[in-house]
């Protein structure tokens, strides 16, 4: 990583998390550590032609992280992955700015969720049925975590709330991952979290779409703080920034 991708993810971070298996509930001895955080790049970095980056690798083993922007253009798209990291049991850091952040959790859950996480998990299980195929048997560990993103949509859809931690589920998956249960048990388990999913989706409490203004005004005040902050001695760009302000109301 550059010096300065590297001073992004450890001066602007404004949400860090676990998640992987110790967010779920599923961590054994072995289980690695996933992080996941977001970082907000300064204003005056976009006023130049190269924009610092969408997302970082690093600096940690296992760390990812999203610019906030991206961030919420993925998490307006339903993205499963995104949507569970705001929904994190287990933060490390947050900010003023990340809480506000968390405390949008709702206007990103929509209705929408469904088709994302309903692609998804059918990608995951064309891959399970490969490896049947081909081996004989899918990979146990992808199974497990297949099972929990169904469960995890069809009780998004149910309550209007997203939970990512497995509670009393976590023996039964866990046998999954073991191997204990045959590929059939498993197809049909599969099979009917997702037909309850598409039975919970035309009655669910979540909105059609996501609040795309509430985030918005969200990210334009973001912006504007942080231009305001890296040049508070400057009165013409407080001016340019207060313009902007007055424009957009």
Known sequence: ????????????????????????????????????????????????????????????????????????????????????????????HVTDTGRELLALRDAFLSREAHDTFARYALGQRKKLDSDVRTHGAPRWKHAMHLLRLLMSCRDLLRTGELTIDVGEQREP???????????????????????EAEEAAPRSPLPAGPDRKRIEDFLFRTRRASALEAYADDEVVQRVVRGVDARQR
Not at 21 to 38: I, K, P, Y
Request: with cysteine.
């Open 1 to 92: 990583m550059h010096p300065q991708d590297l001073a992004l993810v450890r001066d602007h971070a404004i949400y860090s998390c676990v998640m992987g298996s110790r967010a779920f509930g599923l961590a054994t001895d072995g289980s690695d550590t996933d992080r996941r955080g977001v970082f907000l790049a300064p204003t005056p970095l976009f006023w130049h032609f190269e924009k610092p980056p969408t997302h970082l690798d690093g600096p940690a083993e296992e760390q990812f992280s999203w610019e906030l922007e991206r961030f919420c253009e993925l998490a307006l798209r339903a993205n499963p992955n995104v949507l569970e990291c705001l929904h994190s049991p287990l933060v490390e």
């Open 173 to 195: 998956l866990l046998a999954v991952k073991r191997g204990e249960l045959s590929w059939p048990e498993v197809e049909s388990w599969m099979n009917r979290l997702a037909a």
